[in-house]
T-cell receptor
Framework: GAVVSQHPSRVICKSGTSVKIECRSL??????MFWYRQFPKQSLMLMAT?????????EQGVEKDKFLINHASLTLSTLTVTSAHPEDSSFYIC?????????FGQGTRLTVV | GDSVTQMEGPVTLSEEAFLTINCTYT??????LFWYVQYPGEGLQLLLK?????DKGSNKGFEATYRKETTSFHLEKGSVQVSDSAVYFC???????????FGKGTMLLVSP
């Protein structure tokens, strides 16, 4: 199947700093990518839909200015957590769709200290 | 809104035991249903799917049947292996497969 690569897999940052997470489709082009967040023992929650060449569509309750999404090419979407706080610590997962099937990255464990 | 409820884990089994992981859903339309598996350190992988009532998805010895009357999609395997140890996510999609609503995930631990 298709491969989605997410980087980094783990990151620790200080409060107030920004962190960028990359999501790449390695062997296919993805006009749409999706960003999820998972809290411990909770479901994966869709944060936003990233659209190549246009603005992302955010789910209700997700702060656009805090979670900046850029989808500048057909193979790369980035999620930047700005002015990170400890409550932003979580597991972030991206996915991209090829035909009807969704493919997922490995996830990024973000810890804000 | 849509939601998926699956049994909490961890589920601990001995090798060759029978596995059932329960999953029920609520949805406004006629969703497609999925099971994803996440092995340690890896991304989610599609395990199986079913797109309409009474469909049975199957893969690698795992099966799940789309039961509209009970709004369920329980995952089963007749004989688990140590290599099946992973986290299993039940999910649904009713927006043309674009977005998925996930359950909380169930960790399966299989011992030799």
């Amino acid at each position: 199947g298709a491969v989605v690569s997410q980087h980094p897999s783990r990151v620790i940052c200080k409060s107030g700093t920004s962190v960028k997470i990359e999501c790449r489709s390695l062997d296919f082009q993805a006009t749409t990518m999706f960003w999820y967040r998972q809290f411990p023992k909770q479901s994966l929650m869709l944060m936003a839909t990233s659209n190549e060449g246009s603005k992302a569509t955010y789910e209700q309750g997700v702060e656009k200015d805090k979670f900046l999404i850029n989808h500048a090419s057909l193979t790369l979407s980035t999620l930047t957590v700005t002015s990170a706080h400890p409550e932003d610590s979580s597991f972030y997962i991206c996915s991209a769709r090829e035909d009807w099937e969704a493919f997922f990255g490995q996830g990024t464990r973000l810890t804000v200290v | 809104g849509d939601s998926v409820t699956q049994m909490e884990g961890p589920v601990t089994l001995s090798e060759e035991a029978f596995l059932t992981i329960n999953c029920t859903y609520t949805a406004t339309g006629y969703p497609s249903l999925f099971w994803y598996v996440q092995y340690p350190g890896e991304g989610l992988q599609l395990l199986l799917k079913a797109t309409k009532a009474d469909d049975k998805g199957s893969n690698k010895g795992f099966e799940a049947t789309y039961r509209k009357e009970t709004t369920s999609f329980h995952l089963e395997k007749g004989s688990v292996q140590v290599s099946d140890s992973a986290v299993y996510f039940c999910a649904l999609s009713d927006r043309g497969y674009s977005t998925l609503t996930f359950g909380k995930g169930t960790m399966l631990l299989v011992s030799p």
